[in-house]
């Protein structure tokens, strides 16, 4: 054996390196298992380690957990005991078969103690267990944990929801970090879960993010038992019923990121929130008039905001809620704001076309370096509103309006507000923006554009803008964004169920002629300094020669 593989640190890189899965900082990310090469890669990937924990002493427990460190369900764990201990029906069912012993449970042991990572969102937690055997096990390690260095657990399916409730206390333990948790049935909260869930923080004091989803909401009461007492809880993913009172997040010490759902479609009530920093805040609303109306007494400086109505308003309301989240969630600490509107009825509707007026609210935070709001019309905007709105925003990175949907309304701003914003924004890094280019002619765009150069965008999301000479429209971009890569149109529909819109595979053609044109103009230019480049130093040699000749 290579001296190299003596060092445990190094076989333990290699053998945590033979899996096919990523980790993001809590979940494991696989790749997709639904295309075959990828599956047998992971197949492949676990065989490998089963091989390696057996051929050499030395690699045994490295290989056993790496192998061992994720799992989807508790099913694998429970099909490692001895076989005459259970029996498999046809419908794959774990049924036990006597009752467990010392040495079962040692067995169990060895390998539940290497999970670090247990379940998957779209896996049932207990597989295909029968809740007698669940049952069996809890009650034989009474005293203990079934997964006792478990750091991240992520529950959504459930066959048995009483089982889980009873199981539950057994999987929180000292190491825990995420928590994942899916409300299947809509009594699921209201059951046994507030008794575990009230000890939380001394199961599992450790805990930095905690995620407790729908489609049910959970009583705030729950919520506000479980999470008050985590002194180290970092991130917080919530639902709650519209009209719940949540002025108990206040008490949460050392908050960074938060994301509530609020459910239905009442009146939301009024409740006291003040924290002196949040690094994200995202809230999900029937409307953005109902956010607005949540947050009412709320007083939470956030670098990060996303409002994510579920149906789009009129401008104007729009607006009116932008001025009531002043000094509630908008203040001069704020960088990057997104608003996304799931669904609009009358999404096209001129009404609801945002204008300089619907940025008015923002213009004043000058420390804005994102802006979306990717999934509203601007087409009553012009070059003048738009320098207007990006003045005041000197320090944007990334901008993104209107480019996700095809608009009825043709787009008023034209290549002389894009370059106005490419001169006003030189951080710009992201750019998504719908204009007309089909009055782009090359001297004029030559002379705007002329000492404009934006090197670092290099994806251009276009969405619906009009196009008709595609080599007039490169010549004027290769101008001012030279390292173009690629161009993005609308990936929204017209309306849901609808299709796409009107000629928009016409349109994604001629952007992709933009940029084969752009592409052979760099090529062009490169070669040309290339030659130039050798004349010079041709001439260069020859003066040299000849003043050596003399």
């Not at 040692?106 to 007698?132: K, P, T």
């Not at 066959?159 to 809509?186: A, K, Q, W």
């Amino acid at each position: 054996m290579h001296a190299c593989l003596l060092i445990p640190e190094i076989v333990k890189l290699i053998f945590t390196n033979v899996h096919v899965y990523d980790t993001d900082e809590y979940l494991v990310n696989f790749v997709d298992l639904y295309s075959r090469l990828a599956t047998q890669r992971y197949v492949a990937g676990r065989h490998s380690l089963a091989a390696l924990s057996r051929v050499c002493r030395s690699f045994k427990d490295i290989a056993l957990d790496a192998l061992w460190v994720k799992l989807d369900s508790l099913e694998p764990l429970f099909a490692c005991l001895p076989r005459d201990l259970w029996t498999m029906t046809d419908d794959r069912k774990l049924l036990i078969q006597r009752p467990v012993t010392k040495a079962d449970w040692l067995v169990f042991e060895q390998y539940a103690s290497r999970v670090r990572i247990l379940g998957n969102a779209d896996f049932d937690l207990f597989g295909g267990i029968d809740a007698e055997f669940v049952y069996a096990m809890m009650g034989f390690c009474s005293q203990s944990l079934l997964v006792p260095n478990l750091r991240t657990l992520c529950c959504k399916g459930y066959r048995y929801p009483d089982v889980f409730h009873s199981c539950m206390r057994y999987l929180l333990g000292p190491n825990l970090i995420y928590l994942f948790v899916v409300s299947p049935t809509e009594g699921f909260w209201s059951s046994a879960m507030p008794s575990v869930l009230s000890d939380l923080d001394r199961y599992s004091p450790q805990l930095e993010v905690i995620e407790f989803l729908g489609p049910h909401p959970m009583c705030p009461r729950v919520s506000e038992l479980a999470l008050c007492g985590l002194t180290h809880l970092r991130k917080a993913n919530l639902i709650f019923p519209s009209q719940a009172d949540l002025s108990w997040i206040s008490r949460i010490v050392g908050l960074q990121e938060l994301k509530i759902v609020l459910a239905g479609i009442f009146p939301p009530l009024k409740s006291q929130f003040r924290t002196s920093y949040l690094e994200k805040l995202v809230i999900h609303s029937f409307d953005l008039t109902t956010s607005g109306s949540s947050v009412a007494g709320w007083v939470v400086p956030c670098r990060q905001l996303q409002l994510i109505p579920t149906f789009n308003e009129s401008a104007v309301a729009i607006e009116r809620t932008l001025r009531m989240l002043d000094q509630r969630l908008l203040f001069n600490v704020l960088e990057h704001i997104l608003l996304d509107a799931v669904f609009g009825p009358n999404r096209d509707h001129i009404d609801n076309a945002f204008t300089l007026q619907t940025f008015t609210p923002l213009m004043r935070f000058s420390s804005l370096k994102e802006v979306d709001l990717s999934t509203f019309c601007m087409s009553l905007l012009d070059d003048d509103d738009l320098g207007s709105i990006v003045k005041s925003w000197p320090h944007l990175e990334c901008l993104y309006l209107g480019t996700k949907c095809f608009w009825l309304t043709p787009p008023k701003i034209t290549f002389r507000g894009l370059v106005t914003l490419l001169a006003t924004c030189p951080d710009l890094r992201n750019l998504g923006l719908v204009f007309d280019t089909t009055k782009v002619d090359s001297p004029t765009a030559e002379t705007l554009g002329r000492g404009v150069s934006n090197t670092n965008i290099t994806h251009f999301h276009v969405g619906c803008s009009p196009i008709e000479q595609p080599l007039q429209v490169a010549i004027s971009l290769a101008a001012v964004l030279p390292c173009l890569g690629k161009f993005i149109v609308e990936s929204w529909l017209v309306k849901p169920g609808g299709q796409d819109g009107p000629d928009r595979q016409a349109r994604n053609a001629k952007w992709g002629e933009v940029l084969k044109h752009i592409n052979h103009t760099l090529i062009k230019q490169e070669s040309n300094a290339t030659v130039k480049s050798r004349d010079v130093t041709s001439w260069l040699t020859q003066k040299v020669a000849r003043r050596e000749r003399c």
